[in-house]
C-alpha cells in the first residue's frame, strides 16, 4: 500500500528567509503524481504545487518549488521570501494514474510552518 | 462562481441522529470525493464516485452513506451519529486522475 510520510510535525521560518517541508513517500508504481496542499486556519485546502512521476525537472510555482528524487521517493517542498500568509498546515500528498483507483489522493500527517515577524 | 460549495459549514448535533451534508461542483468533473480530517488533521479518503457509480469505498462504517443523483452533486448521509464521528468533512472533485483535487470548504461536525 502506498504510504506518504512528513517527518516533521512543526517547522518555522523567519519572515522573508527560505524553509524546506520534507515528505517521503512509499510505491512500487511509476506513474503518479505528486501534490503540496496548503491549510491555512480558514481550513481551506489550497494546492500549491504539484509534479509529475514522469518529469525529471522539478516543479516551481513563483516562491514555492520542490525537489523530487523520485530514486529516494522524497518530494520537499521549498518556500522563499517566506511570508506571514504562508503560516499554514502544509501536507503533502500522492496520486496514483491507473485504473482501479481513480486517483485516490494519500495524504500525509502535515506539517504545520509557523512564519515569524 | 464557488467551484466545490458544501452545506452546512458547521454541523452540532446529538449522538444517534441523522444527518446529511451536501456538496455541489460547478466545474464540470466526473469525479467526486468524501474524506474525513480528524481532530489530528489527518485527511483520509471515505468515498469516490465517478459518473454517479461508486468507485471507492474505503472501509467507511456502513452508517455513513453516499449518494450522488448527478454528477456534479454528492451528498454524506450520516445515520445514528456517534462522537468517534466529529470531523472536519471535505467534499472533492477532479476531472481525470491526472488532475489534482479541488476542494469545498469542509463541513465541522460536532456530535454531543
Known amino acids: 500500500a502506498q504510504t506518504v510520510t512528513q517527518s516533521q510535525p512543526e517547522m518555522s521560518v523567519q519572515e522573508a528567509e527560505t524553509v524546506t517541508l520534507s515528505c517521503t513517500y512509499d510505491t512500487s508504481e511509476s506513474d503518479y503524481y505528486l501534490f503540496w496542499y496548503k491549510q491555512p486556519p480558514s481550513r481551506q485546502m489550497i494546492l500549491v504545487i504539484r509534479?509529475?512521476?514522469?518529469?525529471?525537472q522539478n516543479a516551481t510555482e513563483n516562491r514555492f518549488s520542490v525537489n523530487f528524487q523520485k530514486a529516494a521517493k522524497s518530494f520537499s517542498l521549498k518556500i522563499s521570501d517566506s511570508q506571514l500568509g504562508d503560516a499554514a498546515m502544509y501536507f503533502c500528498?500522492?496520486?496514483?494514474?491507473?485504473?482501479?483507483?481513480?486517483?485516490?489522493?494519500?495524504f500525509g500527517q502535515g506539517t504545520t510552518l509557523q512564519v515569524k515577524p | 462562481d464557488t467551484a466545490v460549495s458544501q452545506t452546512p459549514k458547521y454541523l452540532v448535533t446529538q449522538m444517534g441522529n441523522d444527518k446529511s451534508i451536501k456538496c455541489e461542483q460547478n466545474l464540470g468533473h466526473d469525479t467526486m470525493y468524501w474524506y474525513k480530517q480528524d481532530s489530528k488533521k489527518f485527511l483520509k479518503i471515505m468515498f469516490s464516485?465517478?459518473?454517479?457509480?461508486?468507485?471507492i469505498n474505503e472501509t467507511v462504517p456502513n452508517r455513513f452513506s453516499p449518494k450522488s443523483p448527478d454528477k456534479a452533486h454528492l451528498n454524506l448521509h450520516i445515520n445514528s451519529l456517534e462522537l468517534g464521528d466529529s470531523a472536519v468533512y471535505f467534499c472533492?472533485?477532479?476531472?481525470?486522475?491526472?488532475?489534482?483535487?479541488?476542494f469545498g470548504n469542509g463541513t465541522r461536525l460536532t456530535v454531543t
Open positions: 464516485y465517478n459518473n454517479k457509480e461508486l468507485i
Open positions: 500528498a500522492y496520486r496514483v494514474h491507473g485504473s482501479g483507483n481513480t486517483g485516490k489522493l494519500i
Open positions: 509534479q509529475e512521476a514522469y518529469k525529471q
Open positions: 472533492a472533485s477532479s476531472q481525470a486522475d491526472r488532475s489534482p483535487l479541488h
